[in-house]
């Protein structure tokens, strides 16, 4: 356990769906990356600043990759990077659907089996907040979290935001850093990823 996280925790569901599955590979004491690339480098996976991806965490297999994304400094121990609020995000990158269409935060909930407390869909991202499950897949969680979904280029990109209980992340501010990360990530997955190369 980090820093009151528990990162043998992590969970997240498919794309969309609303199965919870543990999360294996990479090697236990990688340094912390500060993008990994996913499905052959059509999606790269990227934090807010100060938020980086945590190695062990990543999981590629045909039709599905998964990344979780937290603070650099706390992956590294404190070694490296700026205070930031705690928070584990995560990445799902789905198999290439010509014509899927993003989901609506309602749909969304309703794949989940929780309640939407909020939503919205903004900029081609559709945002859901939901009113409980964050605090059974983080530790000392709040119930409350974010998913958002958003398209690049040809696959569905789910992402989702778990913070500790009565962080301003469980309420709105969730949703802007999820904005900012699906930004920065956007902006990423459209050059060849520099600091991980693997598939």
């Given at each position: 356990?980090?820093?009151?996280?528990?990162?043998?925790?992590?969970?997240?569901?498919?794309?969309?769906?609303?199965?919870?599955?543990?999360?294996?590979?990479?090697?236990?004491?990688?340094?912390?990356?500060?993008?990994?690339?996913l499905?052959?480098?059509d999606?790269?996976?990227?934090?807010?600043?100060?938020?980086?991806?945590?190695?062990?965490?990543l999981?590629?297999?045909?039709?599905?990759?998964?990344?979780?994304?937290?603070?650099?400094?706390?992956?590294?121990d404190?070694?490296?990077?700026?205070?930031?609020?705690?928070?584990?995000m995560?990445?799902?990158?789905?198999?290439?659907q010509a014509?899927?269409?993003?989901?609506?935060?309602?749909?969304?909930?309703?794949?989940?089996?929780?309640?939407?407390?909020?939503?919205?869909?903004?900029?081609?991202?559709?945002?859901?907040?939901?009113?409980?499950?964050?605090?059974?897949?983080?530790?000392?969680?709040?119930?409350?979290?974010?998913?958002?979904?958003?398209?690049?280029?040809s696959?569905?990109?789910?992402?989702?935001?778990?913070?500790?209980?009565?962080?301003?992340?469980?309420?709105?501010?969730?949703?802007?850093?999820?904005?900012?990360?699906?930004?920065?990530?956007?902006?990423?997955?459209?050059?060849?990823?520099?600091?991980?190369?693997?598939?």
């Amino acid at each position: 356990m980090r820093h009151g996280l528990s990162f043998a925790a992590y969970a997240v569901a498919g794309v969309l769906s609303g199965c919870v599955a543990p999360v294996a590979g990479g090697s236990a004491g990688s340094a912390p990356l500060a993008r990994a690339a996913l499905v052959s480098g059509d999606v790269v996976a990227i934090g807010p600043e100060g938020y980086c991806v945590d190695p062990v965490t990543l999981a590629r297999r045909p039709g599905r990759n998964f990344a979780v994304v937290a603070s650099c400094r706390i992956l590294s121990d404190g070694e490296t990077g700026p205070m930031v609020e705690p928070a584990v995000m995560t990445v799902t990158v789905g198999p290439r659907q010509a014509t899927a269409a993003l989901p609506s935060p309602a749909v969304m909930a309703a794949q989940a089996g929780q309640r939407l407390i909020g939503g919205r869909e903004q900029d081609g991202v559709a945002l859901a907040h939901l009113a409980s499950g964050g605090d059974a897949v983080l530790e000392a969680g709040d119930p409350r979290y974010w998913r958002a979904v958003y398209r690049q280029g040809s696959r569905l990109v789910a992402l989702a935001l778990y913070a500790p209980e009565g962080s301003p992340l469980a309420e709105e501010a969730g949703a802007e850093m999820l904005l900012q990360m699906q930004d920065r990530m956007a902006a990423a997955s459209a050059a060849p990823a520099e600091a991980d190369a693997g598939n």
